[in-house]
């Protein structure tokens, strides 16, 4: 083969990746989107965030393969990439991973349950221990309140009988 045919080729096989890849990230978006609720303004923005890279990442191989010159057999090399990498893992990559990363998160959360339930313990108590002695203190100002305005009315009545 000649030069020109192996690097055309070179430059399909890299598209048809470039497809692959595009896909295989923003199924780990569709992953991250089962697993934390996102609202549509979020969608959005995470849907032109992942395009612009995208298109970034298409142009930077076109130029540097193709000096910026886009190949219709490009697109179509990374259309075919898409189109492969559906047909093979269609959604049972979002399906498992999301379920996967979704016991392993609920096993950490309830992990962390489990060890953090004496510090809860530890919180309660001294949340009931700041309130006891809150109410206590709030007694003895009232106490030492009453006792100071009885005894500072009781200095006015002998100055003011002088």
């Not at 930077?60 to 090399?77: D, I, P």
């Not at 959604?91 to 959360?109: A, G, P, Q, R, Y």
């Not at 349950?113 to 709030?138: A, C, N």
Request: proline share 1%.
């Amino acid at each position: 083969m000649s030069r020109e045919i192996v690097q055309e080729l070179t430059f399909f096989t890299h598209s048809v990746i470039m497809g692959l890849v595009i896909t295989f990230i923003y199924d780990w978006i569709r992953v991250l989107r089962r697993l934390f609720r996102h609202g549509t303004a979020f969608i959005s923005i995470e849907d032109f965030l992942f395009w612009l890279t995208c298109g970034i990442g298409v142009f930077y191989m076109l130029y540097r393969e193709n000096n910026g010159t886009l190949r219709w057999f490009a697109v179509l090399g990374a259309t075919i990439g898409m189109f492969l990498y559906k047909v093979i893992v269609r959604d049972v990559f979002v399906n498992v991973m999301s379920t996967c990363l979704h016991k392993i998160m609920w096993s950490v959360f309830r992990f962390l349950q489990i060890v953090l339930k004496p510090l809860k313990h530890m919180i309660y108590t001294g949340k009931t221990f700041v309130l006891y002695m809150g109410k206590k203190l709030k007694k003895c100002k009232n106490f030492i309140k009453k006792r100071l305005t009885g005894f500072i009315k009781t200095i006015r009545m002998v100055l003011c009988k002088r």
